[in-house]
């Protein structure tokens, strides 16, 4: 069993849980990001932060990250986090989706 985290922008929510429930029916352990589902919901700099800190604490914990690729779009922080991951000797999986 790995501990995979998934990255990828937030825009691709529906992928990413997808790809988190077959992994887990592979049998591994997935750790997602918290997904925006409360309405009329602000969250202000320091909860986004702490999102963010938790985030990279998942990747820290992790053997591998499966970025989540939809339309050959990678952005800035899902960059930060292959980068993040790449630093501590990760493996990187890719999944291109279109």
Do not use: W
Not at 39 to 63: M, P, T
């Amino acid at each position: 069993m790995k501990v995979i985290t998934i990255c990828g922008s937030l825009k691709f929510q529906k992928e990413m849980m997808i790809a988190a429930e077959k992994m887990n029916l592979e049998g591994n352990c997935v750790l997602t990001p918290v997904y925006p589902v409360l309405k009329d919901y602000n969250i202000n700099d320091e909860q986004l932060k702490k999102l963010k800190e938790a985030h990279f604490k998942r990747i820290e914990l992790s053997d591998a990250i499966y970025v989540i690729n939809k339309d050959n779009y990678i952005g800035q922080s899902t960059q930060l986090e292959i980068e993040y991951a790449k630093k501590l000797g990760e493996e990187i999986i890719y999944y291109e989706c279109l």
